[in-house]
């Protein structure tokens, strides 16, 4: 479970980047945040594994304090926390094996983590994980060779084997064609589904968030303003969220 209490972001500027956010996400939700650009969107989905920094509140996770956890224990949590962006963030000329098993480093001394030194079970989980995004033909194949599509899923591969609970996807999309980010959604929502994992996807697309998510979560200005499920998600919800963007938009795809 994930628990926000009075969480608030302001930035160095003055800009407010979360406003007294008060959600609790349960264990094996598929959740999609939504909102205009500037609205909070990464800043609250990166503050669940503290790559952002709060200023008020706090964040727990499974029943402990990510915002005030120490180093030691701040490692610890972000084992169960696996992370996807849109910039891949691979190590592009390893190759995707080592990309994957990279996901086992939180479970490594610095000198074992160093010197690569996994366990058979390590490379099994890496074999496995990579037949469940449907790769298992890439294993030897350097990540810079992969589609955009392919990397992504490299990297779903990799929190598979860093067998987190929670997976953060920051707009796993943006840079995808529609036909493979409909597969990423689609491999995101089968591990939700078959292995229970809580899945947390920042995302521009409304169309992809109401198809697979089963809660979508909306932001504007750094406040949530709609909590609840997809189909409630109607076309004046969406205006009040967007506004002027939202009808320019159904304007032109309406001529």
Do not use: C
């Not at 160095?12 to 406003?19: A, E, M, Q, S, T």
């Not at 910039?87 to 001394?109: A, D, E």
């Amino acid at each position: 479970m994930i628990e926000f209490k009075n969480v608030a972001k302001v930035y160095p500027n003055g800009v407010k980047g979360l406003k007294d956010i008060n959600l609790t996400i349960a264990d094996g939700e598929f959740v999609a945040i939504i909102g205009l650009s500037g609205a909070g969107k990464s800043t609250l989905l990166r503050s669940i594994n503290r790559l952002v920094t709060t200023t008020a509140g706090e964040i727990i996770i499974n029943g402990e304090s990510i915002t005030n956890a120490n180093k030691k224990k701040l490692r610890e949590i972000r084992r169960n926390i696996g992370l996807i962006s849109q910039s891949f963030n691979l190590v592009k000329r390893s190759t995707v094996q080592k990309n994957v098993l990279s996901g086992r480093l939180g479970y490594y001394s610095t000198w074992k983590s160093i010197f690569g030194l996994f366990t058979k079970a390590d490379y099994e989980k890496t074999a496995t994980a990579l037949s469940q995004v449907g790769l298992s033909d890439k294993l030897h194949t350097r990540s810079d060779e992969l589609s955009g599509g392919q990397q992504q899923r490299v990297l779903i591969a990799r929190a598979l084997v860093q067998q987190a609970d929670i997976i953060l996807a920051d707009e796993p999309v943006a840079s995808l064609d529609p036909v493979t980010s409909e597969k990423v959604m689609g491999d995101l929502k089968e591990i939700n589904q078959n292995l229970n994992k809580t899945i947390i996807v920042n995302i521009h697309s409304v169309s992809l968030a109401k198809a697979y998510a089963s809660r979508i979560i909306a932001l504007k200005s750094g406040e949530i303003v709609f909590d609840d499920v997809a189909q409630k998600l109607t076309e004046q919800r969406l205006s009040e969220i967007y506004g002027k963007a939202y009808e320019k938009e159904v304007g032109e795809n309406a001529n």
